[in-house]
């Protein structure tokens, strides 16, 4: 973890992060093109569930053109909604309410997609913290000596 | 879809992601040499969904056309993306970039090769 003399925040998109954008950033492309798909083509057979899969996969957008780009304000949000998504929808498809079995990339906590979208808010979380911190650290470094 | 072609991308993404993982393994950034391998796997794409058009176009062959696009559409828009977010990244994890989005377009090869058998 390299911190930078000015105190800046590590940016969100290098190092590790990297690859994190890269996976945020194939699963946008999978929840979306999916939920583009299902929206255009059999939406009147379960709506709710495909305009949730589309959101789903616009949230993931949002996430990694702000985790890419270093917009920490965007991605915290962005990240925590997939947390809550796919918690509840994962749940909610265990319990076998209505429409969502099977139908969107958080439905049995992501299992159709590796339960990538179970670890992925977590590392995002995680990642977050931990490069917000190295802000932290940078500023404690570079403030005042103390006096005497 | 020719399964000549098919196997042909999978090889391709399986010996991108083998030589990105030595380089992961040796700690090293993505090469241009790297990159021109993707850009073979991407021109190996271009002439399958040609002949994949054709064969529709043509033939008698039957298939999810939105799926099916969708699915061709997305592979395609992998590998330069991730190759040039990769590149710009001069640590080993450009290479686990690449390594991963080898992967994931011979994954993709994969689920095409499903939706066009199963249709």
Redesign the interface.
Known sequence: MTTTPTGATRPTG???G??L???Y??LA??AT??G??QV??KLSEAPLAYLLSLLAGLVYCVATYAL?TNRRSIAWPAVLVELVGVLTVGTLSLVDVGEFPDETVWSGFGAGYGYIPLVLPFLGIWWLWSTGRAHADAKAVAGPPPVG | MIVPVALLVGVLCLALAGWATWFVVVDRAVILRQLWGGAVIEAALVVQAVVAGVVLVVGDHDVDA??FW??V??QL??LP??AA??FA?R?R??S??LL??AL?VGFLEYRLWQIWENS
């Open positions: 290098s190092g590790p990297r690859l954008v890269a996976i950033g194939i492309l999978a093109a999916r583009i798909y255009t083509t890419a | 939105a799926l969708g699915y559409i997305t828009i992998v993306i991730a977010w990769a990244e640590t994890w450009s686990v970039v991963v989005a994931t």
